[in-house]
C-alpha cells in the first residue's frame, strides 16, 4: 500500500469512522471496527493479480507451443508444459522468491498451478526440521490438502449429477 | 500497610527496575528503534538450524545480558519470570534450564512482558531480592504456529500486524536508589467483544486496554495528563486509533502523550502494516527506549499497558471470538525515600 495514503489515514489521530459513533458499546463495536478499518486496496490488487496471473498462464501457453515446435505431441505437451510450472514454482519458493510474489499478487500467484507447487513445498521446507516423517510427510499437505479433498468431492458430485441426466457412460 | 482492598489495581513500595536488556532481529533493527537495542542479529537464525533453537538461545543471550548489566552474578537472581508465544511456552522454558534460579512460566500472549512484571514485583515487594522478567518472540517460530509457513506466497491483510523477533529481560531488585520503580499495578480483566478477524488483533485488545487503563483512573483518580507517557503494547496504528476513541468516549484525553510499542518499532516502508506485535514488542521498547528515557529523567513517570490477545489457532477455526486481557503497570523514576 502507498506510504502517503496510509500517512493520511493512520498516526495522527484524525481519522473519523463515516458514521458517528457517540458512544462504542459491545453490540456496535463491529461497526464501528469495520469502519474505522482501512480497506484491501482491491483495484490494485486485482490489477496485479491479472498481470501476474495472466503473465505465468501466457508462459504456461509458451511453453506448450515450444514442446511441440521440439516435437513433443500435443497432449504431452501441455503435461510436460505443467510440470515445468510446478518445477520452476519449487525452485522459486525454494530460493525465497515466491512469497514476495505472492505479498503483491495475491490470487494471480496463488490460482495458476504454481501456487499449488507453492503450497506443498512451502510447508515441506518449513516442516521439514520435524524429521522428514512427522514433519515433511504429515505436513506437507497442509494447505494443500482441503484443496486436494475438496476438488476431489466436487468432481464425484458434478459426475453423479452427470450420471443422472445423461446416464452412465 | 493494608494488604487487602476491593480494587485491581496494586501498590508496591520497595521495587525498583535495575536493569533492562533487549536484544533484537534484523528487521528489528532497520526499524525506527534500531539504534536503541543492546544486541541485534544479523541473521535471525542466530546461527542454529532452527528458528525455535535460535529463539531459545535469545532468551539465554537475553538473560545473561541483563544479569551482567545489572553487576550481579548468575546467582544471584532468585527468580526468573517469563514466557513467550510458541505452544507450552517451550523457549524461555528451554532457555531456564541453562541458570540456576527457580522458574515461573507465563503466557498472556503479547501481554506477558507487563504480567512478569507484576508477577515480579509482587515477589520483589515481600520475598525476593533479585528477580528477572523476560519475554519474547521470533517472528518466523510465531508465524508457523498461528498462520501460514513463511515461503506461502499469499497477500497480507491491511489490517495485519508483524510479530516481532527479540527478547527483552528486566531486572527488579528490592531497594535500590536511583533507577526507575514500579509503584502500581492493574491486573486486567479478560474482555471479548466480539472481533473474529485473527488479523485484526488491535481491535480485538483495544477493549481490554480501555477497560484496564478506566479501571486504574479509576482506582487512583489520576488523569492521563498526570503522566510524562503512556504506552501500550501492541495494539498497533488501528489499535492505537481505536483506544484513542475509546478512551474519548471514557472522558479521558490519549490524544497527546500517548505512544503503541508496536506502532513505533518499524518504519512504514517496512511493510508492516499495522506495526508490530507479539510478546517481544513491549519488552524491546521498554527495555530499551523507554528505560532509557526513564534513567535520564527525560521522563519521569510512565503506565505501560500490555495487552494480549488469548485465542489459538484451533479456537479460531471453532469459529470462537478473540478475548483479550491488558495488564498495567506504573513506573516512575525513583527519588531517595524521606
Same mark, same amino acid.
Given at each position: ?169 | ?112 512482558? &507487563? ?67 514500579? &509503584? ?5 480483566? &479478560? ?148
Amino acid at each position: 500500500m502507498p506510504e502517503k495514503k496510509y500517512k493520511k489515514r493512520y498516526g495522527d489521530g484524525t481519522m473519523k469512522p463515516k458514521t458517528e459513533f457517540s458512544e462504542i458499546t459491545i453490540e456496535n463495536y463491529k461497526d464501528y471496527v469495520f469502519e474505522k478499518s482501512p480497506r484491501s486496496a482491491h483495484w490494485k490488487n486485482m490489477f496485479w493479480a491479472f498481470l501476474v496471473g495472466g503473465l505465468i498462464c501466457a508462459f504456461g501457453q509458451l511453453l506448450i507451443e515450444l514442446y511441440i515446435i521440439w516435437g513433443v505431441k500435443a497432449e504431452l505437451a501441455s503435461s510436460l508444459a505443467s510440470a515445468t510450472l510446478i518445477a520452476l514454482a519449487a525452485i522459486f519458493t525454494g530460493i525465497g522468491v515466491y512469497d514476495k510474489l505472492g505479498r503483491f499478487a495475491g490470487a494471480g500467484s496463488t490460482v495458476p498451478i504454481t501456487g499449488f507447487s507453492n503450497a506443498m513445498v512451502a510447508p515441506a521446507i518449513e516442516f521439514r526440521s520435524e524429521g522428514l516423517i512427522y514433519g515433511l510427510g504429515a505436513k506437507m499437505f497442509l494447505i494443500a490438502g482441503p484443496v486436494v479433498v475438496n476438488g476431489v468431492l466436487v468432481s464425484v458430485v458434478v459426475a453423479l449429477i452427470r450420471s443422472l441426466f445423461l446416464g452412465v457412460g | 500497610m493494608q494488604f487487602y482492598d476491593k480494587k485491581q489495581t496494586l501498590h508496591f513500595k520497595n521495587v525498583s527496575f535495575v536493569s533492562g536488556f533487549t536484544l533484537a532481529g534484523p528487521k528489528e533493527k532497520q526499524g525506527k528503534l534500531g539504534s536503541t537495542f543492546d544486541l541485534t542479529l544479523e541473521d535471525d537464525k542466530f546461527g542454529e538450524k532452527t528458528f525455535e533453537k535460535a529463539e531459545r538461545k535469545m532468551f539465554e543471550y537475553a538473560v545473561s545480558g541483563a544479569i551482567a548489566k545489572a553487576n550481579l552474578q548468575p546467582n544471584d537472581i532468585d527468580t526468573i519470570i517469563g514466557g513467550d508465544l510458541l505452544n507450552q511456552i517451550v523457549s524461555v522454558s528451554f532457555a531456564a534450564k541453562k541458570f540456576k534460579s527457580s522458574f515461573l512460566g507465563l503466557y498472556n500472549a503479547c501481554g506477558t512482558y &507487563v504480567e512478569s512484571l507484576i508477577i515480579g514485583s509482587f515477589l520483589t515487594e515481600f520475598f525476593s531480592k533479585n528477580v528477572l522478567c523476560v519475554s519474547g518472540s521470533h517472528f518466523s517460530t510465531a508465524e508457523r504456529q498461528y498462520r501460514y509457513p513463511l515461503e506461502l506466497g499469499v497477500l497480507r491483510s491491511p489490517v495485519t500486524q508483524w510479530t516481532a523477533t527479540g527478547v527483552g529481560a528486566s531486572i527488579l531488585q528490592r531497594h535500590s536508589d536511583g533507577c526507575p520503580k514500579i &509503584v502500581s499495578a492493574t491486573v486486567g480483566r &479478560v474482555m471479548d467483544y466480539g472481533i473474529m478477524d485473527v488479523n485484526n488483533m488491535g481491535a480485538a485488545m483495544a477493549p481490554a486496554a480501555k477497560d484496564t487503563f478506566t479501571q486504574y483512573f479509576t482506582d487512583t483518580g489520576k488523569k492521563p495528563s498526570d503522566f510524562d507517557m503512556i504506552a501500550t503494547g501492541d495494539l498497533g496504528k488501528l489499535g492505537k486509533e481505536i483506544l484513542i476513541d475509546l478512551m474519548e468516549r471514557e472522558g479521558y484525553d490519549f490524544n497527546n502523550n500517548y505512544i503503541d510499542c508496536g506502532a513505533e518499532l518499524f518504519y512504514e516502508k517496512q511493510k508492516t502494516y499495522m506495526g508490530g506485535s507479539g510478546a517481544a514488542c513491549s519488552a524491546l521498547v521498554t527495555n530499551g527506549w523507554l528505560y532509557n528515557n526513564l534513567k535520564k529523567g527525560n521522563i519521569k513517570n510512565l503506565l505501560l499497558v500490555g495487552t494480549g490477545a488469548l485465542m489459538s489457532p484451533t479456537t479460531s477455526f471453532q469459529g470462537e471470538s478473540i478475548p483479550a486481557i491488558a495488564h498495567l503497570v506504573e513506573i516512575e523514576m525513583g527519588q531517595k525515600e524521606s
